[in-house]
């Protein structure tokens, strides 16, 4: 228990920490659940120091003004930790993956009118750069796809069959892309089965964002990385809000900025699949 962090919290909540209890899960942060002399009870995410926890806080924030799916709220944020709003767990409804889809059909109905977002954030520990831009093709090849790229070179990752297949993405990628344009939407940014859970009513909520405005299609492949979803979210989204033709054909390019994200983050094992990736699109 970090003793500063607990004096922060019940000096600005007015109460007494009676509790802490450890909670599993996260790679990045320390996360626990807190319970409070009245009886309250938060969900607390600590041990990183820098501007993480802010950007994810301002990410909640821009979900929940969407009104189409549950986030926790934030109470209380700082460079050292992120207060939440404890979401009592719940087994899904019978409909859950129905209901899911087409709110986070909803959630992409809230545009805007640029891509990116009012400031740069995370995508787990890596930095996602959001400068604005009226472009979708150039936002999403220069801040996602090349800065991983360039990330992996730093770290050593590029050999000659790695630089080759990206200088095929770097050739192709308005070829790829074009036709597909729509309006910035608000996206998750880093939606998969880890990052929701059902909250007691057996709805969805939505945690861990790594928001901006982009594609939609790039939030969609996402949630296919570690396997994808139940068939009736993908249906139910579809019905809701029709893709463009051909979304099919873009899925790779959008899995290969998470798949990039992994290589820099977890190492090599994830070398080999950016690369089948890019080369998909010979």
Request: glycine residues 8%; contains cysteine.
């Amino acid at each position: 228990m970090n003793n500063q962090i607990i004096k922060e919290i019940e000096e600005s909540l007015q109460c007494t920490v009676t509790k802490q209890k450890t909670i599993g899960g996260g790679c990045i942060a320390q996360t626990s659940e807190i319970t409070t002399d009245d009886n309250r009870s938060y969900f607390l995410k600590q041990g990183f120091k820098g501007p993480m926890f802010k950007k994810e806080a301002n990410g909640l924030i821009e979900i929940k003004k969407a009104k189409a799916i549950e986030v926790p709220e934030v109470v209380l944020v700082s460079d050292n930790y992120l207060l939440l709003e404890h979401i009592m767990s719940g087994h899904r409804h019978t409909h859950f993956f129905q209901s899911f889809g087409e709110a986070f059909a909803n959630l992409h109905r809230h545009t805007n009118t640029s891509f990116g977002f009012y400031e740069d954030n995370f995508i787990g520990s890596t930095p996602q750069i959001n400068t604005l831009s009226d472009n979708w093709i150039d936002f999403y090849f220069a801040h996602r796809l090349l800065y991983q790229y360039k990330l992996a070179e730093n770290n050593g990752y590029t050999d000659k069959e790695f630089q080759k297949a990206f200088a095929l993405i770097e050739k192709g990628i308005h070829k790829i892309l074009n036709g597909s344009e729509e309006l910035p939407c608000l996206l998750h940014g880093d939606l998969w089965g880890g990052n929701y859970l059902a909250n007691k009513r057996g709805d969805a909520v939505l945690i861990d964002p790594a928001v901006y405005y982009g594609h939609r299609e790039a939030d969609l492949a996402m949630t296919k990385l570690f396997g994808g979803f139940h068939t009736d979210f993908y249906n139910s989204y579809i019905n809701s809000y029709p893709l463009q033709e051909g979304y099919e054909d873009r899925e790779n390019i959008y899995l290969l900025y998470h798949v990039l994200n992994h290589l820099n983050l977890f190492g090599s094992s994830y070398k080999s699949h950016a690369v089948q990736l890019m080369n998909s699109y010979k």
